[in-house]
């Protein structure tokens, strides 16, 4: 087995916590550094009130009665992490609107820079299925830019079965209920 595998399957999906603040915010440093927009900025949640205000709201999100902005659905955010290391997040959207319906999808993920092409994305959208199926999704709709070939094939490794091409993004239903056996294999 390789290190980069073993890590993979080292690595688990969390609700944001306090402990991760520091690689949280380096994760976010490297985004910014590829020009990426995030939502907030390495140096704003440096600040331990800031970054424990930041995770106080991810959790709220889920929760129905929440206050959010308009056209927001509830979300579950969830982290990719090996030990005290972050290497990525994931958001489960409860349900769609007619935007998310179209370019959205229930599921979106990213990987920090440096923990990219290891095999982190398409092991965490794996192991988010259980979670949306929990939450009465399935199949999932999870989508990408048509010029994202490592997202597409993270879809496709975890079953997605491709609807369509709208707006430039691939569309896919992926099922929550598991995979089947050569789904697996692939994987």
Not at 12 to 25: D, N, R
Not at 80 to 87: A, D, F, P, S, T
Not at 102 to 129: D, K, N, Q
Request: net charge neutral; glycine share 8%.
């Amino acid at each position: 087995m390789t290190a980069a595998r073993k890590t993979v399957e080292m690595a688990t999906l969390v609700a944001p916590h306090l402990t991760y603040h520091s690689s949280v915010v380096q994760a976010m440093a490297e985004h910014q550094a590829e020009g990426r927009l995030v939502e907030l900025s390495a140096t704003h949640l440096s600040e331990p009130a800031e970054f424990e205000i930041y995770v106080e709201r991810l959790r709220a999100e889920e929760l129905e009665d929440s206050t959010r902005p308009v056209g927001m659905v509830p979300q579950t955010t969830l982290w990719w992490v090996e030990g005290n290391g972050y290497l990525g997040r994931l958001s489960i959207r409860h349900r769609l609107t007619d935007h998310l319906l179209r370019v959205g999808g229930h599921i979106g993920y990213e990987v920090r820079p440096t923990a990219r092409r290891r095999g982190h994305a398409t092991a965490m959208l794996r192991a988010s299925l259980p979670h949306a199926q929990r939450l009465g999704i399935d199949p999932a709709l999870v989508t990408c830019d048509d010029t994202n070939i490592a997202s597409k094939t993270v879809i496709e490794r975890n079953g997605g079965q491709l609807e369509n091409l709208l707006d430039g993004k691939l569309r896919y239903w992926v099922p929550t209920s598991g995979l089947s056996p050569d789904q697996r294999r692939s994987a």
